[in-house]
């Protein structure tokens, strides 16, 4: 790993207080970018921007609900008045609910909808103007691989997710004229804070206890393990970095053969 690759870099990473958000701000300081650590969880969230804060770079702790879009230009602003531009933006802040489908309520639909699809996409509204303005930049929306496959009991994420998927397409053709990038990366089960909770959720649905629902995700995958959030932050940094600036419109699995199993 290159410490210096992104030195002098303006990153944005939603959902930064945990799981593969963390994972993200973290990488991205540890190779020399200036990190805005952003999430609803004040606390969290700021506990990650200090422990990004290595070196020389700079972090910030920014306290924002991504469905509002008010807040996301606010805070988009603060970090392009802070550092004079935005190169980077991980879009990770996601929710899971789930549930037979009869079951599903208005609410719970257009929660998920509004955090998963809306959020990203207004987050991506925001930075567009400055990455067009400097003629470069990389966005990475984080979908999943339920983006690309499906199962019972997940309409409104998977419809979300699938969601990102389409809308980072649709941006990485408006960006690409203006020498940006747009990919979304699409994660299997990986050991994050929410993948605990979906298996507490789903579990007791199915009459099971967490670990038993854990153990067969795990060997229904061909690599028979989770993703470590920090093998996704890689994936992320190179789709932000020079090796990749002429892939553009990916949606690319990093689930251990999951889906094309």
């Not at 990455?131 to 019972?152: D, F, R």
């Not at 929410?194 to 060997?219: D, G, H, T």
Request: proline letters at 3%; glycine letters at 8%; a negative charge.
């Amino acid at each position: 790993m290159d410490s210096a690759r992104f030195t002098g870099a303006s990153v944005i990473v939603t959902g930064a207080a945990n799981g593969i958000g963390r994972a993200c701000a973290q990488r991205f300081a540890k190779e020399g970018a200036s990190v805005a650590c952003v999430d609803l969880d004040e606390v969290a969230n700021g506990s990650v921007a200090e422990a990004c804060r290595l070196g020389a770079n700079e972090t910030l702790a920014l306290t924002c609900d991504v469905t509002d879009s008010k807040s996301v230009v606010a805070k988009v602003k603060q970090v392009v008045d802070a550092w004079g531009r935005v190169d980077i933006l991980v879009a990770s802040a996601g929710i899971y609910t789930g549930g037979p489908l009869a079951q599903v309520t208005d609410e719970a639909w257009q929660r998920t909808l509004d955090i998963n699809l809306t959020g990203v996409f207004l987050c991506n509204r925001a930075v567009v103007p400055y990455m067009i303005a400097e003629a470069s930049g990389s966005i990475i929306n984080i979908s999943s691989m339920a983006g690309k496959t499906s199962w019972p009991g997940s309409a409104q994420y998977s419809a979300s997710k699938s969601g990102v998927i389409g809308l980072t397409r649709s941006v990485a053709m408006e960006l690409a004229p203006h020498g940006a990038t747009a990919n979304a990366v699409c994660p299997g089960n990986t050991k994050t804070e929410m993948v605990q909770r979906v298996a507490s959720i789903v579990a007791a649905e199915e009459e099971l206890q967490a670990q038993e629902w854990l153990e067969m995700r795990r060997k229904d995958c061909p690599m028979m393990r989770f993703a470590e959030p920090w093998e996704i932050a890689g994936v992320v940094a190179f789709l932000a970095s020079e090796d990749s600036r002429y892939l553009t419109g990916q949606a690319i699995e990093v689930d251990g053969g999951m889906v094309l199993s």
